[in-house]
């Protein structure tokens, strides 16, 4: 009897070992793991944690130019490179690291649905090379004042703000169809609708084309347009560009419009090579900006402070 008690009270003991280790492991490696994390966020540089990398958009648009500048002209930003995507691929990169709480550095532009979605900054430029605030203008074909009075005097009198433009755009990235969302903010937004149809006399179906980037801003502002165009007869064509094609079709009379021109900046290249065979109707958006956007939670402030 007593040797069994002996030989049970080993085993309890051994156990009682066993466990005590198996816990003194797992609380070891979970803190190694964290203690990883720290020590990866407090001992790397910015450049380290983000592989150098900053996360852009499709090329040739005028924020990826001015970035390739940045790259020469800042000097902490020798060893970076610019990565090419899109628009979306840029939000869908975004949205994983923010989710993370990852560091991440993209180009960025307001207005953008992701300044609504998300606790974001711009980091500031001392050097200058994103200019200051931007505007959005709206060009037309040579003749569309005689072919198109309505339709003309619609587009030249289409003017909204940076928060009308984030409705229809948040509307849009959570699932709305741009056009579904761009009729329900015209239809909740009837008195300045208004202002842009006065005067434009009604049509029979008459054909009238907008060609438009394919951001989530110019996706908003062209249906916002083409809804309003509809309104009063029009039958509204929506085309797709990449920016010169845009420019370009529209000064070739492919295209009878634009509503979705970036200046003095984005489209400056465009605008030069084009400009004098469109019309141009001035600004349809004030206070547009762009420049390098990190998350809110990433200790820094400016470009200097990327190394």
């Excluded at 030989?7 to 070992?17: F, G, H, N, R």
């Excluded at 840029?90 to 991440?104: G, Q, T, V």
């Excluded at 579904?180 to 609708?193: F, H």
């Excluded at 509503?259 to 290249?269: G, Q």
Aim: charged share 25%; with cysteine.
């Amino acid at each position: 009897m007593f040797k069994k008690r002996v030989v049970l009270s080993i085993v309890l003991l051994l156990a009682l070992l066993l466990a005590a280790c198996g816990n003194s492991e797992q609380s070891s490696g979970d803190a190694n793991e964290e203690g990883t994390d720290t020590d990866t966020n407090s001992t790397e540089s910015i450049g380290e944690q983000v592989d150098y990398k900053i996360i852009g958009i499709e090329p040739g648009a005028g924020i990826m130019q001015a970035t390739q500048t940045a790259l020469v002209e800042y000097e902490n930003l020798a060893d970076w490179n610019l990565v090419e995507s899109s628009s979306a691929a840029m939000a869908s990169e975004l949205r994983k690291a923010y989710d993370r709480e990852e560091p991440i550095i993209v180009t960025g532009w307001t207005p953008h649905w992701k300044f609504a979605k998300y606790d974001l900054k711009y980091l500031e430029d001392s050097k200058g090379i994103y200019g200051e605030e931007e505007t959005i203008e709206t060009f037309v074909r040579p003749g569309l004042k005689d072919d198109q009075p309505s339709a003309y005097t619609v587009l030249d009198q289409f003017f909204w703000t940076p928060d009308d433009m984030a409705t229809v755009m948040v509307e849009i990235q959570e699932g709305t169809d741009p056009a579904e969302a761009a009729a329900k903010w015209v239809e909740e937004n009837s008195d300045k609708v208004a202002e842009w149809v006065e005067g434009a006399e009604e049509v029979d179906g008459d054909e009238i084309s907008l060609a438009y980037v394919a951001w989530d801003s110019e996706i908003a502002s062209t249906n916002v347009v083409g809804i309003a165009l509809e309104s009063i007869g029009y039958d509204v064509k929506l085309v797709q560009l990449e920016a010169g094609p845009m420019f370009a079709s529209v000064a070739r009379g492919n295209a009878d419009a634009t509503v979705a021109a970036w200046l003095p900046l984005t489209h400056a290249d465009y605008e030069a090579e084009y400009g004098e065979d469109m019309e141009n109707l001035g600004v349809n958006l004030e206070g547009a900006k762009t420049g390098l956007v990190v998350p809110s939670y990433m200790d820094i402030d400016s470009i200097d402070d990327l190394k």
